[in-house]
């Protein structure tokens, strides 16, 4: 599914980790590796120089695990000139890593990140880096909604992360009590998580095991933004993995949006994917 991934790379440390993800998932998917870097009209040349750097380190990386890599630097403004690349040269997805300004901001307004998610005609991987150092995630945690779309793309994308890392993935749905009474989590088996849960969760699960990866599910009810924080600083999760909210701008405003509360309260690493590729 994806052959061509783009690592969006600037003079900040955490895109730097942000693009190691990439780099991982491209080893395990056999995928060409861009690294790609825009330098903006009036950059510093010392920032353009730490750019540069880091472009050569997660370069000579690719390189030793024998991954195709190629390195692309530009002048302008980083979303045009990003889309154009992501055209022309076919890119299936690609990594960007979230900014200060993105926790801070409500809804992401007029931030980059939100720009490449809503704007690249290709899937998009946001990355909020909370631990610089560590970028070998061996627990994954993946919250479900009962309703996904763009399933396939998020199993293979969740698996072929956790082959990259040797990692074990959690898949995690939370729901309302089942009753007014109950108040702890639901213990289920294999047969019992197939009867209870939603289709959409169970069809994800089916596609996943289809990779050959280890994998458990688990179903707690609660608030859903609080819930994902939890489970992941309760069970010390090493990564986060969500689907982008869909959520309509009104709807966020009133209701809250899960993204968001996980995006400013993380306790590790999240990427937020927002899948492109149609389900066959």
């Known amino acids: 599914m994806y052959t061509k991934i783009l690592a969006a790379v600037n003079e900040h440390l955490n895109s730097e980790i942000s693009a190691r993800y990439a780099l991982n998932i491209a080893r395990a998917c056999g995928a060409k590796l861009y690294i790609c870097f825009i330098a903006e009209k009036g950059m510093p040349r010392s920032t353009f120089n730490r750019a540069e750097e880091a472009m050569k380190r997660l370069f000579n990386e690719a390189m030793n695990m024998n991954i195709q890599v190629e390195g692309i630097t530009e002048t302008g403004e980083p979303v045009q000139e990003i889309s154009k690349i992501v055209r022309r040269k076919g890119v299936d997805i690609v990594f960007a890593s979230t900014r200060r300004e993105d926790i801070e901001k409500r809804l992401y307004a007029g931030t980059i990140a939100r720009s490449l998610s809503l704007h690249l005609p290709c899937s998009v991987a946001l990355v909020r880096v909370v631990h610089m150092g560590r970028v070998h995630p061996k627990k994954i945690l993946v919250p479900l909604k009962a ?51 939603p289709k959409d969760i169970s069809d994800f699960m089916a596609h996943l095991r289809k990779y050959n990866i280890s994998y458990e599910g688990r179903l707690l009810p609660g608030a859903i933004g609080r819930s994902i924080t939890i489970e992941a600083a309760s069970r010390r999760h090493d990564l986060v993995i969500m689907g982008a909210s869909e959520r309509s701008l009104l709807s966020s405003f009133l209701k809250g949006n899960p993204v968001e509360d996980v995006l400013r309260e993380t306790p590790c690493d999240l990427i937020i994917l927002k899948p492109r590729h149609e389900d066959q």
């Open 147 to 197: 309703r996904i779309d763009h399933i396939k793309e998020r199993a293979y994308f969740t698996a072929k992360m956790a082959e990259g890392f040797g990692s074990k993935v959690f898949v995690f749905h939370t729901t309302k009590p089942l009753t007014k009474f109950f108040y702890g989590e639901i213990h289920l088996t294999p047969v019992e998580w197939g009867k209870r849960l």
